[in-house]
Structure formats: C-alpha cells, structure tokens
Nanobody, 120 residues
Framework: QVQLVESGGSLVQPGGSLRLTCAASGRILSISTMGWYRQAPGKQRELVATITSGGVTNYADFVKGRFTISRDNAKNSEYLQMNSLQIEDTAVYYC??????????????WGQGTQVTVST
C-alpha cells in the first residue's frame, strides 16, 4: 500500500508565505506525475500545479508567479512554496501522485489534505 502525507498547512496573513510538503511511503517502484490540488468550501477540487519526474511543471493561472512546485525523487516527496498568499487561496490542499507499485501497474494516490487559511 502507498500513503501520501501532507504537512505545512497553517493560518497565515494575506501576503504571507507557506511551504507545503507531501511525502509518499510504502511499496513504491517509481512516481511519475505529482501534483497539488485544492478545494475551498462549497467549491470543486481544482488543480494548483503538477510536476513530472523530469521536473516539467504546470501551473494554474491563478497561482503563476506566486507558487512554486518542486520535488525530491530520492525522498519520494514534493513541495509547494506559496508566496503572496491571498484570502482566495484559503482551501484544503491535497497531494496527488501517480505511483508505480509493480512492473506493470500504476495508479493515483491522494493525501488526506492540509488546511491553508489566509486571513487577517
């Protein structure tokens, strides 16, 4: 089994910064795409950013220039550096990873989420 555990969520003032971490553990042969998603109250879950195993990144327009996604393949971990946080960034942030557990099988896994609250 594979587990993804997020950490780093907190309460922060507008304009502040946070760094989220997602660590994958378990039976992992390799991880291809990793990503961060978020879900605000009453809204659908939305893509924030993704990163491939080779480091190619993709961002939602609303975070470009403010958030940076990165990963450490040796640690099976990914990170989300969030700067210039806005009240609208308040949400539960989820980690997602596509994990290969055997030679011929891979599937996506999700973390349990970490709360980010931006408020005065």
């Amino acid at each position: 089994q594979v587990q993804l555990v997020e950490s780093g969520g907190s309460l922060v003032q507008p304009g502040g910064s946070l760094r989220l971490t997602c660590a994958a553990s378990g039976r992992i042969l390799s991880i291809s795409t990793m990503g961060w998603y978020r879900q605000a109250p009453g809204k659908q879950r939305e893509l924030v950013a993704t990163i491939t195993s080779g480091g190619v990144t993709n961002y939602a327009d609303f975070v470009k220039g403010r958030f940076t996604i990165s990963r450490d393949n040796a640690k099976n971990s990914e990170y989300l550096q969030m700067n210039s946080l806005q009240i609208e960034d308040t949400a539960v942030y989820y980690c997602r990873a596509v994990v290969r557990t055997t030679y011929d099988f891979s599937r996506e896994y999700w973390g349990q989420g970490t709360q980010v609250t931006v408020s005065t």
